[in-house]
């Protein structure tokens, strides 16, 4: 079987030239996969399943015909995109993973995250982790107007730009000590993440083992996928035209 990853394309209106490329990524490679799975922070922002624009309608009309050609594709929120929900996943023919998921890579079982989790260093974002993403937060935001739900993800956007500009670098990225526990408590070898636009292979011993921490790219000037096959696993950049 053939799998591929992606994250963080922040596909956005503003940014033609990477839609471009991931619809020719749809066109092209993702039909040879079996599964194509995006980790997280597939556009830069969603406000929700009712924000309807020309582009979301372009990117749920070539995911369902991915689907239709036959490649399963499965969809995991990540930090700009978690009010993406079942309306989008329905049209677009694709399945929504929770975060973290387990999935059986070729015999091998695989522990998917978006990422930002194990940013544990990074405590002002945890907090505002912790306070969007719980249970009543997230009943509350799916309620507001559209133009309510503007207004806050513009406000959050801008804070957070100011933010991280002034965080140390290590602070942005993952703690070591939370992927080593996380992977150890779910009993894999292999994670693969996104978020910390940090794209590489890293070698990792886990509970004694050999173990590997593949971290996807991010879609900017380059654009990043993740293949395993019989081949094993290959991070791979293309630059966008
Ligand atoms: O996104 P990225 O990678 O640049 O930065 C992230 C963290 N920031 C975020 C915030 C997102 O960028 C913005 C969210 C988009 C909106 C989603 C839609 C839902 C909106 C709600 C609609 C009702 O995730 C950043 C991390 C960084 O990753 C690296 O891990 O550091 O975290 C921050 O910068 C958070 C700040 O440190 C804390 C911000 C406090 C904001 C308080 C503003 C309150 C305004 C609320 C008004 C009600």
């Known amino acids: 079987m053939r799998y591929l990853f992606l994250s963080d394309l922040h596909l956005q209106p503003e940014r033609p030239d990477i839609t471009r490329a991931f619809l020719h990524c749809l066109q092209t490679r993702a039909r040879e996969a079996d599964e194509l799975y995006i980790l997280g922070d597939f556009f830069e922002v969603w406000l929700g399943d ?10 749920i009309k070539a995911l369902a015909a991915l689907a239709e050609h036959g490649t399963r594709v499965y969809l995991m929120h990540g ?12 049209a677009a023919r694709c399945t929504l993973l929770s975060d973290p998921q387990i ?13 930002d989790s194990l940013c544990t260093d990074d ?33 959050l956007r ?21 992927v ?30 050999p173990a590997q921490r593949i971290v996807l790219g991010d879609w900017d000037t380059a654009g990043w996928v993740l293949q395993v096959d019989e081949n094993g696993y290959q991070l791979a950049s293309f630059p966008l035209e």
Do not use: W
């Open 50 to 59: 009712d924000e309807q624009s020309p582009l979301a309608t372009e990117v």
């Open 79 to 90: 930090n700009r995109d978690f009010l993406l929900g079942r309306r989008f996943c329905r």
């Open 158 to 178: 801008s804070e957070s730009r100011e933010q991280t500009r002034q965080k140390p670098s290590d602070i942005t990225d993952v703690n070591l000590g939370e």
């Open 123 to 155: 405590l002002a974002y945890m907090k505002m982790r912790r306070m969007l993403r719980n249970p009543l937060s997230l009943f509350i935001l799916r309620n507001l107007t559209l133009a309510q739900r503007r207004r806050i993800g513009r406000k």
């Open 103 to 115: 999935v059986q890579l070729n015999g091998e079982r695989v522990l998917l995250m978006h990422g």
């Open 180 to 209: 080593a526990e996380t992977m150890r408590k779910h009993g894999v070898r292999t994670l693969i993440h996104g978020h910390t636009h940090r794209p590489a292979v890293h070698q990792l011993v886990i509970a004694g083992e």
